[in-house]
Structure formats: structure tokens, C-alpha cells
């Protein structure tokens, strides 16, 4: 099972930036997909943004033009820039892959770091 681990968040000012950094125990190559989630206070894990196997990147509404998703295969490695930040950033941000196989389909996820963007 693949271990993920999360680095990179903080707090920060309204307007800032942050990148994320996602590191895989394996070759995440063999994922069909890896993604940021968050998670605020009193509400459910949504999808930040997404990067296929292929590269393809899709975004939630609430971050696009203002996130870039990307991947280093060679690190093992999946991040996320965030930029213009705001207060309802405000989150724990989750890495998850996701494994399709005969068997189903799997999602594993990483314990987390917390993004604070203060007004």
C-alpha cells in the first residue's frame, strides 16, 4: 500500500501563495490519477484539483485559474501550487491516488497538512 506524505502548508496572509508537495513511498506512475482534497472545519473533503497518468489536470471551480496541479514522476511526487489565497482556503489538504483495477477501485490518502490563510 502506497504511503503518501504531505508537506508545504502553513499559514499564510490573504493574497499569498504555498505549494504543496506530495512524496509517494512507490512509483506513482502506476496510479491512475493523483489529486489534492481538503477538508475545513464542518464540512466534507471536496476535490481541489486532479492530474491524470497522462498529465491531464482538471480543477474545482473555487480554485481555478488561481492552482496549478503538476507531477515529477521521477520524484514520486505530485504538488500543488496555490496562489491569491483566501480565508475560505482555509483547510487541511489531503494527497489521494487513485488505483483502478480488476478488483475495484482504490483510494489511498495521506494524513494531511493544515493551510491557514488569515484576512
Known amino acids: 500500500q502506497v504511503q503518501l506524505v504531505e508537506s508545504g502548508g502553513g499559514l499564510v496572509q490573504a493574497g499569498g501563495s504555498l505549494r504543496l508537495s506530495c512524496v509517494a513511498s512507490?512509483?506513482?506512475?502506476?496510479?491512475?490519477?493523483m489529486g489534492w482534497f481538503r477538508q475545513a472545519p464542518g464540512k466534507q473533503r471536496e476535490l481541489v484539483a486532479r492530474?491524470?497518468?497522462?498529465?491531464?489536470?482538471n480543477y474545482a471551480d473555487s480554485v481555478k485559474g488561481r492552482s496549478t496541479i503538476s507531477r515529477d514522476n521521477a520524484k514520486n511526487t505530485v504538488y500543488l501550487q496555490l496562489d491569491s489565497l483566501k480565508p475560505e482556503d482555509t483547510a487541511v489538504y489531503y494527497c489521494?491516488?487513485?488505483?483502478?483495477?480488476?478488483?475495484?477501485?482504490?483510494?489511498?490518502w495521506g494524513q494531511g497538512t493544515q493551510v491557514t490563510v488569515s484576512s
Open positions: 492530474i491524470t497518468r497522462a498529465g491531464s489536470p
Open positions: 489521494n491516488a487513485v488505483l483502478s483495477s480488476w478488483s475495484g477501485v482504490y483510494n489511498y
Open positions: 512507490e512509483n506513482i506512475i502506476s496510479y491512475n490519477s
